[in-house]
């Protein structure tokens, strides 16, 4: 006779953890700090602060990010097909809490190019790196979307970068070798509480 008991040996249908100790996992897993742009058909920038980042492959060289639904920048990289990752360097916190917040005037706030041929705008003064990547494919995940993009220009400085990182609910600098550090404020509001973080 079939029992309808759940088999508590059966871990695919075990209940999720709680959203607290799933963040409080991951903020012990630190990653560098992105600012990913795109421009709509108008040449309006939009871009978020995201630290979903990760590279897929090499060959073709293909990088992931993974952005909540209701972000706007989503909406026009979906629409356009390309986008820009902007790795920030450490002393951009500021920028990344400008690009966390939900205010329409984050541009006027940075440097920022956009030239023909780009994936999205370029904030060359505050990122160590950027990857332009056209939209290779999405994939709708809870209540983000995993976007690949396939990265078609890569622009670099020519110092070594020292990378802004998030680890822990904090940015941290590891410019200090064997010694990471909190990264220097800016000037500007320094909150790292952003609701819509996962960690
Ligand atoms: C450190 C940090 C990392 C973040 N990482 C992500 C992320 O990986 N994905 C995401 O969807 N939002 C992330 N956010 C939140 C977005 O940056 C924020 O919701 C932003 O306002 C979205 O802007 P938009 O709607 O204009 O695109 C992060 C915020 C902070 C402070």
Redesign the pocket.
Known sequence: MLSTRADPDDRTAAEPVSATAYRTMMAAFP?G?AV?TAADEDGQQ????????SSVSVSPPTLL????H??????VLSRTGTFAVNLLDDRARAV??L????RPD?FQHVAWTARPGCGGPHLAHDAHSIADCRVTGSVPVAD?VVVFGEVFGVTGKDAPPHPLV?GMRE?WSLAHTGDAHHAAARPGKAS?S?P????
């Open positions: 990653a700090v990913v939009y871009g978020m602060t995201c630290t979903a980042v990010v993974c952005i909540q209701s972000s706007r920048t989503l909406a990344a809490e690009f966390a917040a939900r984050r983000h998030y940015y790292t952003d819509e973080r996962k960690t």
